[in-house]
Structure formats: structure tokens, C-alpha cells
């Protein structure tokens, strides 16, 4: 073999001077700086040991896939991201996507539910069901789920500094549907720390926040075992303009500060790091988009089993959640999106992932219609069902440039998170404003690389035309900040106001001390103390977190 | 104007929107054209963004939002610009805003709306070209 690589070696030198030497060619790199080859051999990943490096699905390192039979045995979850207005309109979405073949749900959430505010709080103004629906109490997530199984679905819910309510919320619901806890599965975001850097979502100081997290591993490991306890985001992060290996990196160093946290509350790692779970954005670059997720499967293992001592196979498995990159959709042109859309989640499914959403083609200018969104589920269905990418686990594994780009990837993420190791993890790199400066510097990058054409964004840079006014976009209805604030005085009239006062007086005296605040949270929701009381207590106990912007 | 003095542009994000990519990378640029910006950061009410006009003495303010709030928020900053004596300021709105409601946002006195895939080069011309007018 070792004649073969010197033969092979020698025989490329000849190849690059005789033969190509003779052309003239683009040179090619990646965002984050690696040339690319214009050729890649055997030579190219000779350092790569099989058995060690790349080994077989289902076992360590995962590096081909998390599960043995991967798609043979179970399709991956097609669960587009949506919500928006009020409960009766979402509930009416999700029944027209599990119509059409949808497997799973997950829930967009507006706004001033994300940040804890019900609807008639004053910055709840113009925000109502705008970007996602509108929750201000139980009595909303009981008609959200209303005729809906929750024993036969599994729901992921982007939702995060209020993330222990909304699971509470849902767990009221189970009961109510008479369904036991243990039997849920689903998904919370939960992942605060990105929310700091990019995505805005924050309501509390870093401490408590990361209290309600480790609160939520411990409550679930015992109540809600199937429970995905938090979802860790880079998908945010590649929207703000990250590169594809600043997204897998900044999102492990978030990880690696949450198990931290979990140890230090006092919890054994293999306890909960198997009820971890990611999102992640599947860009346009096809092949580093496959590359990255080998890469990120291989180097997480790596992280639980050699940095955290995790002994349970599972705590070593990645298993991700992603969806098509919104950020490289056009508003120009729009159904080119089509394509692009297409493309991202053909990469996603050769990347392995576990559950998928896909873009619609108007997303660069509205929320989908029913017409765009069920295109993007087809999309998936016809990657699923007709051209063959799924009849065989990890198809792409074994090819030069992917094993090597997947090779090249795993060191720099892990040069990344040395980096942030050195700076005192990840809460202290996000304090000292490292993480979003590193991401603010490749979207400008980006945005001069494509106002300069070096970058070709078809339709909007190049190619472009005379086009009418779109039509045909979803409108939110204006009055849905009317209706929900009929519904809360309605809400306030109807419930017992003394049991919801000695609910909230409860939490708040958990608030002030350790126990766990799960507990008191899902008291308080049963009362149908709205989501804005809930925090406001939270908020008057813990305070609120200050956010600073650097340009 | 005066040639020699710089324009000063406050770039601001109302609501309770957090994407603040475009909004970042529209004031660098413009900081790279010579202006001085200044930006707020995200969750900014409209009484905060008029304030923050006022102390900083700007000569445009670019509002930026995604989440489809405008329809409230812009009218109130129009209004409050106007009650503390600033609306002759140049005020430009970005982010996802659908055409349909470009008119009626015009009508209010912002001059123009720009969207994705906008040029930066495209925005530092109209505002020189705009307040040299002025």
C-alpha cells in the first residue's frame, strides 16, 4: 500500500504539471479559508484510519451515521418549521401538514412569547402572532394541540428563555389529553447562550438562565424521559452570517458550557448529555454541508467520551434537526428558491439528519402559504421516496474530498474551541464579545464578496430581470393582537385569581431559593396564570439581562 | 450641508425583532464611506430610537425590522419625531417589509424602503444625494 500512495504521489506531481498545468482554472477555497484542490486521491486521506476515524454507523465515532440502519429503518422526521396568528389558525396549519405527510410538528412562536410579555403588554404592540403564533396562556396551547394526539407526535418547540413554561404548558396538555408524561416525545430549544450573541430571545441574567436549563435536564430525566431537554442551536448563528465551521464550533462551545453547567448542578453526565439534541442550518455549499455534519458526529463523540468521560453510547451520539439556510433564499426571482431549497436538502439527508425542515420558496418576503410550504414538504418526499439517496446509509462516505474535508473541518472546529476554552468557555467569550465579532466579520465579509460579484447569488447579483410585485404572500391578520387581548380579560374573569396568586407566590419563593422550579412552573400554568405573570415573577427574582451590540 | 462635516446615521432596531445581520453589516459599510454611525442595538422601543436620534444630533436614522411590526412601530417614531421638532430628518426603513405597505410608510414621511439585496453602495448614495439636497 505505502508503494501505492508513493506511486500515486508521484503520479499526481506529473498529473498537476503535465497534464492540468496545461489549463488554466479557477482557484477555489472555502468561506473559512482552505484551498480547495482541484483534484482529490487516495493520497488525500491517507492519514485516515477506517476502524478509528470513520468506522460503522450506529457505533463509535458516528462519523457515517448515528443510527445502524439509518434511512432502511426509519425515515428522517419531516417537521417544517410554522405557526403564526392566532391558536385556531395554527392548529388549522398543523392539520393541513400531517395531511399531507408531515411526521412531526414544530412550533413558531411570536415574538412577545419568545420574550415572556403577553399580548397586551405595551411592547407586545404590532408583534402579535406576527412571527409565530401567539401564546398567553394554557388555554392557547390547548387549542394549538386541540384534536391532536400528543402520544402519536412528536413536537419540537423553538422556544427558549421561557422554555420551562411552554414544556409545562405542553405537559398540561398531555394530561388533559390523558396521555402520561413518559410517553412524550418532542423537542424544547432551550439553548439560551445563542440567544445572547444572535438571536435576541433573551429574558434573564446568564446564571438563572442556566439554573431553569439544569432544572429542566433534572425534572425531565425523572417525569419526561423521551424528552429532548434542549436543542442546541448553531442554526441562528450561520443566519447571522457564521461560516460553516464557526457555526459547528461556537455551537459546541455553547454545548460544552451547558453539560459543565449540569455537572455542576450536581448531575451525573450520562443522566442527561443523551437527551441532547441540535439544530443546524444546511447552507448552499452541498459538500461542506455534508462534511460538516460527519465532522460535527465524529468530533461530539470524541468531546462526551474523551473530555466529559460519558460511558453511555448514547451520550456519544449526535443526532441533529436542521433546516434549509433562510438567509440564502432571494426575494428576487423567488422561485429559484425552489432550487436552492432542493439542493440544501439533499445535503441535509446525505448529511444524516434526523429531522428536517424545509424553506418554502417565499419565505424571503413572507410566512409560507399553504400552496409554498407544501411544495417544500414534496421536496422531501420526492429526496425520500424517488431518487435513491436514502436506499443505503452514508452514500457519500469513502469519497477523497469528502473524507478529507470532513477530516480538514474536525481540526479547525477544534483550533475554535481551543480558542474559546483559552477565553474561559463560552459564556465568557459571548461576555467579552468574541463569538458575535467573529461572526459579525464573516457576514461582512460575505456581504462584500457578493456587492463585489465575487460571489454569484443568481437572480439577485447576476442574472437578474424585470419582475412584477410578487403576489399572493401571507398576510397575519391585523386584529390578532385584538383577539388575544379579548381572550386574556376573558381568561382573567373566568379562572380562580386566588389560586393563580398562590401559584405565582409559590414560584416565586422557589425562585429565591435552589429547589427545582419545574415543579412550581407547571402549578402555575394548571392555574392558568398567563405566560407574562409567570415571567414577570421570574423576572422581579432574577432580573433581566442587558444586552450590548458592538459594530 | 456643510462638505466638511460628517453625516452622522443612526441605525436602529425597533420591536422585539433580533436580527440584527443586515443592520450590522449596513453600518459598517457605511462607517467604511466615512459616516459616523451609531447603533442601537435590538429591542429598541420607538421612545428609545427618538431619544437616541436627538442626543446623537443625526442626520438620518435607517430603521431595520424583520418582524413584521412596522405597521406599528414606524408611524409611533414618525410621530415622535415630529413632536420633539426632528422631522427633517431622513428617516429610511429595511428589513422584510412587503410592497403593499410601502406606500403608506412613504405617506408618513419615511423616504424610501429598502429591501434584500439592496447594495450597500446603493443606500451611501442616497443618502448623500438626499441630504445634500436638503
Known sequence: MEEDIEKIQEETKRWNKDCLGKHTFRKCETDWGLEIKPLYTVDDTKDINYLEDIGFPGEYPFTRAPHPSMYLGKLWTMRQYSGYGTADETNKRYKYLLQQGQTGLSVAFDLPTQIG?????????????????????????????????????????TINAPAAILLAMYLAVAEKQGIGTEKLNGTIQNDILKEYTVRGTYIFPVGPSLRLITDIFEYCSKHVPKWNTINIAGYHMREAGATA????????????????AGIKAGLRVDDFAPRISWIFNTHNNFFEEIAKYRAARRLWAKIMKKRFGASDPRSWMFRFHTQTAGSALTAQQPLN???????QTLAAVLGGAQSLASCSFDEALALPTEESVRLSLRTQQIIAHEIGVTDTVDPMGGS?????????????????????????????????????????????????EVESGKKVVVGMNSYQVEEPLPKGLLKVDTEVGAIQIKKLKELKT????????????????????????????IEAVKAYATLGEICDVLREVFGEYEGTSVI | ??????????????????????????????????????????????????????????????????????????????????EKGLGDILVLGGGIIPEDDVPELKELGISEIFGPGMSSQTLINYIRENLSQG
Do not use: C, W
Request: aromatic share 8%; charged share 25%; net charge negative.
Open chain 1, 245 to 260: 465551521v464557526q457555526e459547528i464550533a461556537f455551537t459546541f462551545a455553547d454545548a460544552i458550557e451547558y453539560v459543565n
Open chain 1, 494 to 521: 373566568a379562572r380562580d385569581n386566588q389560586k393563580v396568586q398562590s401559584a405565582l407566590l409559590a414560584l416565586r419563593k422557589t425562585a429565591e431559593g435552589y429547589a427545582n422550579l419545574m415543579p412550581p412552573i
Open chain 1, 117 to 157: 410579555y403577553d399580548s397586551d403588554h405595551s411592547l407586545s404592540q404590532g408583534e402579535v402572532g406576527k412571527v409565530g403564533v401567539a401564546v398567553d396562556s394554557l388555554a392557547d396551547m390547548e387549542t394549538i394541540f386541540n384534536g391532536l394526539p400528543l402520544d402519536k407526535l412528536s413536537t419540537s418547540m
Open chain 1, 400 to 448: 477523497f474530498y469528502i473524507e478529507s474535508l470532513t477530516k480538514k473541518m474536525e481540526e479547525k472546529i477544534t483550533d475554535y474551541i481551543k480558542r474559546i476554552d483559552e477565553l474561559g468557555g463560552a459564556a465568557a467569550a459571548i461576555e467579552k464579545g468574541y463569538i458575535q465579532q467573529e461572526i459579525q466579520e464573516s457576514a461582512y465579509r460575505y456581504q462584500k
Open chain 1, 337 to 343: 428558491n425552489v432550487v436552492r431549497v432542493a439542493f
Open chain 2, 1 to 82: 450641508m456643510n462638505q466638511d462635516k460628517r453625516i452622522r446615521v443612526l441605525v436602529a432596531k425597533p420591536g422585539l425583532d433580533g436580527h440584527d445581520r443586515g443592520a450590522k453589516v449596513i453600518a459598517r459599510a457605511l462607517r467604511d464611506s466615512g459616516m459616523e454611525v451609531i447603533y442601537t442595538g435590538i429591542r429598541q422601543t420607538p421612545e428609545q430610537i427618538v431619544d437616541a436620534a436627538l442626543q446623537e444630533d443625526v442626520d438620518t436614522i435607517l430603521l431595520s425590522i424583520l418582524s413584521g411590526a412596522h405597521g406599528f412601530l414606524f408611524p409611533r417614531i414618525m410621530e415622535l419625531l415630529k
